[in-house]
């Protein structure tokens, strides 16, 4: 996502005059000058809107006002008002125009859904991640993952972004639709990478749906990608319709549950969602785990201690994970320095209060992980890999952490992701470590998801 605003086109005496009532009305936290919006928008660019929200926290603190167009936008940074717009007023909020959107791929979906259709899907979804069935979809995730890395050998260089993506999309369409991808993840991953090539475009540019209708050359990619992605989903969820034999799956739950009769277009809609989100999030999120380790030796070593305590020379297990801490809080301290879901924006539905300001329907209000969870007024050391800090925490209850949102949107796969990922690094853990090669940039891409803008060049060495 890239939820630095919203545009449009106005004179400068609309502007100003729209400026001059809005002041007389509400009352705005400090932030840029007017004048001065257009200047960030050029300088930070919609490619690096992490940058932007850098600056905003360090120049004007935990809450920041500047405006594009006659558009409000305010970046909060304040653990109180984040909890106030995520969980205390989240029903005068609906996602922002660039997460909206992303209705050109997901359709309907979870994620774009609001209101009523958003609180029907969700209760459909709801018993596929009940605690009592994560333990099914245990073996799943490890058997994908040791599959995955029998043909890693020693010396062999990859692209560990590519492998994770490959691995967790076979393992959500295994664990969640009782589907076999060995043959078509590498299909849905080069099409998804083809929309995340031109998401920029996608997000930013006016008139957008128009270009895609149009065939325009800066965004032709995109039909075809989508109807790449298409065409293994419906086969999917034909093979479901027509199998007549019981399954067990949030697939069936989905089609069982439903109020009122879903059509494939419907059920595409939530399968692709749940495949995004489901996938893309966790693979990042290993990704830059296993960088970090690589990174941090003693941590690595740490790791591999307890996953040899605890398992021994067999497979881990679902009865593992509780004992599998220290690998739990490796991966938690990862989502804080590299949240997947990097940043998320709201837009008010009627005029409301935000801490001591008042703001006008229509305001667009942005929120970062990545800055929060970095920000050194809230963590010691933040940019620090210290996985060791949350052994003893309350940084859910105090709102400085929140990879996976909060209040009614939060994620509805989190507890699945939390096990996913336990459990994939404990497999890998066990007989392999990873070394980043030497020269190897690193660099953020923060599309939907915080991906490694370079990929990640690992090399593989046996334990």
Not at 136 to 154: K, L, M, P
Not at 226 to 252: E, G, K
Request: proline share 6%; glycine share 4%.
């Amino acid at each position: 996502m890239h939820p630095i605003g919203n545009e449009s086109m106005h004179s400068p005496a609309q502007l100003k005059a729209q400026s001059v009532r809005d002041t007389q009305r509400y009352r705005f936290p400090p932030g840029l000058k007017h004048n001065l919006a257009w200047y960030a928008f050029r300088q930070f660019r919609p490619a690096d809107p992490i940058h932007l929200f850098e600056h905003l926290a360090r120049e004007f603190g935990t809450i920041a006002h500047y405006k594009l167009g006659p558009s409000h936008i305010v970046f909060v940074n304040d653990p109180a008002l984040i909890r106030e717009v995520l969980v205390v007023q989240h029903d005068n909020f609906v996602k922002e125009r660039t997460q909206r959107r992303t209705k050109m791929l997901l359709g309907e979906g979870m994620i774009t859904a609001e209101g009523a259709k958003h609180r029907t899907e969700r209760r459909a979804a709801q018993p596929a991640f009940h605690r009592e069935r994560l333990a099914s979809y245990a073996n799943a995730i490890v058997e994908e993952t040791q599959a995955a890395t029998a043909q890693w050998q020693r010396g062999k260089i990859i692209d560990l972004s590519q492998c994770m993506m490959q691995l967790t999309l076979r393992i959500v369409a295994r664990a969640l639709f009782s589907t076999n991808l060995r043959r078509e993840a590498q299909e849905l991953a080069d099409a998804i990478n083809d929309i995340m090539g031109i998401y920029n475009y996608l997000v930013g540019l006016p008139a957008v749906e128009l270009l895609i209708h149009l065939r325009a050359p800066i965004v032709s990619r995109f039909p075809k990608a989508r109807a790449r992605i298409d065409d293994v989903i419906y086969r999917m969820i034909d093979s479901r319709l027509a199998d007549s034999a019981d399954q067990d799956d949030l697939l069936t739950l989905m089609i069982q549950s439903a109020e009122e009769p879903l059509d494939r277009d419907d059920i595409r809609d939530q399968v692709v969602t749940i495949f995004l989100a489901g996938y893309e999030t966790v693979a990042n999120a290993l990704t830059w785990t296993l960088y970090l380790l690589s990174q941090n030796p003693e941590a690595e070593h740490r790791l591999h201690a307890e996953v040899a305590q605890v398992c021994g020379d067999r497979l881990p297990s679902y009865a593992d994970v509780p004992s599998l801490k220290y690998t739990e809080h490796v991966f938690a301290e990862s989502l804080r320095l590299y949240p997947p879901a990097w940043a998320m924006g709201r837009q008010a539905i009627r005029d409301f209060g935000l801490g001591p300001y008042r703001l006008p329907a229509g305001t667009t209000v942005l929120i970062s992980q990545f800055v929060t969870h970095r920000d050194p007024r809230y963590w010691d050391d933040p940019l620090a890999f210290r996985p060791e800090r949350f052994a003893n925490t309350n940084f859910r209850q105090r709102m400085i952490y929140f990879p996976f949102g909060a209040g009614p949107r939060q994620c509805i796969g989190e507890r699945f992701a939390w096990m996913e990922g336990v459990l994939i690094l404990a497999t890998i853990a066990q007989r392999w470590r990873l070394s980043l090669v030497p020269g190897h940039r690193i660099a953020l891409q923060p599309l939907i998801t915080l991906r490694p803008k370079h990929g990640m060049r690992m090399t593989i060495e046996p334990r």
